[in-house]
C-alpha cells in the first residue's frame, strides 16, 4: 500500500523566514499531489495541487515542488505569519481511482513573531 | 453555498449502540468520502463513492456501511459501535475530474464511544 511520510511532526520557525515542509512517498507513483492545511477542530482546507509532469507550481507565498526520481514534494511559505500557523497535510493519488487520496499525518507549524 | 455539511457535529454513544452521521453538499459534486482521523494518524479512508447508486470500501471499511441515494447525500453508518470507532470523522466532495481532483471537506463529527 502506498506510505506517506511527511518530515516531522511539528517544525516552529521565526516570522519572515520559510517554511519548508517535506512528503516522501513510497511505492506508486501518484498524477498528482495536494497540499491542504487544517486547524485546530475544523477540517482540511484544500492550497495547492500539483501533477507528475510538473515541477513546481505557485500561489501567492505558497510554493510547492514535486520530484518524481526522489518521490518527494516540497512545500515552501516564504514571509511566513503567525497566521500560517496550522497543520499543513500531504496527499496523493495513483490516477487510476479517481478521488481515492491518501493522505500524510501531517506536520504542524507554528510561526512565532 | 453552504458547501459540505455534517450533522450531528459531537455525539457520544455507548458501545453496541448504532447511529448515522449524515453529510450533504449543495456543490453538484459526483464523489463524496468518509475518512476518519485519529490522533499521530493521517486521515484514513473509509468509503467513498463516485456517483448515486455506486459505493466502495477504502482503508479501513469494517465497522461502517454507507449508502448513495442522492448526489446531495452519502450517510455514514455504524451499525454496533466500539470504542475502537472513537475518532473525529470527515465527510468530502469532489468533481471528478482528473485536472482538478481537490477534496472539499466539512467540518468533521467528533464521535466518542464509551
Known amino acids: 500500500s502506498q506510505k506517506i511520510e511527511q518530515n516531522s511532526e511539528a517544525l516552529n520557525i521565526q516570522e519572515g523566514k520559510t517554511a519548508t515542509l517535506t512528503c516522501n512517498y513510497t511505492?506508486?507513483?501518484?498524477?498528482?499531489l495536494q497540499w491542504y492545511r487544517q486547524d485546530p477542530g475544523r477540517g482540511p482546507v484544500f492550497l495547492l495541487l500539483?501533477?507528475?509532469?510538473?515541477k513546481e507550481k505557485r500561489k501567492e507565498r505558497l510554493k510547492v515542488t514535486f520530484d518524481t526520481t526522489l518521490k518527494q514534494s516540497l512545500f515552501h511559505i516564504t514571509a511566513s505569519q503567525p497566521a500560517d500557523s496550522a497543520t499543513y497535510l500531504c496527499?496523493?493519488?495513483?490516477?487510476?481511482?479517481?478521488?481515492?487520496?491518501?493522505f500524510g499525518r501531517g506536520t504542524q507549524l507554528t510561526v512565532w513573531p | 453555498n453552504a458547501g459540505v455539511t455534517q450533522t450531528p457535529k459531537f455525539q457520544v454513544l455507548k458501545t453496541g449502540q448504532s447511529m448515522t452521521l449524515q453529510c450533504a453538499q449543495d456543490?453538484?459534486?459526483?464523489?463524496m468520502s468518509w475518512y476518519r482521523q485519529d490522533p499521530g494518524m493521517g486521515l484514513r479512508l473509509i468509503h467513498y463513492s463516485v456517483g448515486a447508486g455506486i459505493t466502495d470500501q477504502g482503508e479501513v471499511p469494517n465497522g461502517y456501511n454507507v449508502s448513495r441515494s442522492t448526489t446531495e447525500d452519502f450517510p455514514l453508518r455504524l451499525l454496533s459501535a466500539a470504542p475502537s470507532q472513537t475518532s473525529v470523522y470527515f465527510c468530502a466532495s469532489s468533481p471528478l475530474r482528473r485536472d482538478t481532483g481537490e477534496l472539499f471537506f466539512g467540518e468533521g463529527s467528533r464521535l466518542t464511544v464509551l
Open positions: 500539483i501533477r507528475e509532469n510538473e
Open positions: 456543490m453538484n459534486h459526483e464523489y
Open positions: 496527499a496523493l493519488d495513483r490516477g487510476s481511482t479517481l478521488g481515492r487520496l491518501y
Open positions: 511505492n506508486y507513483s501518484p498524477a498528482y
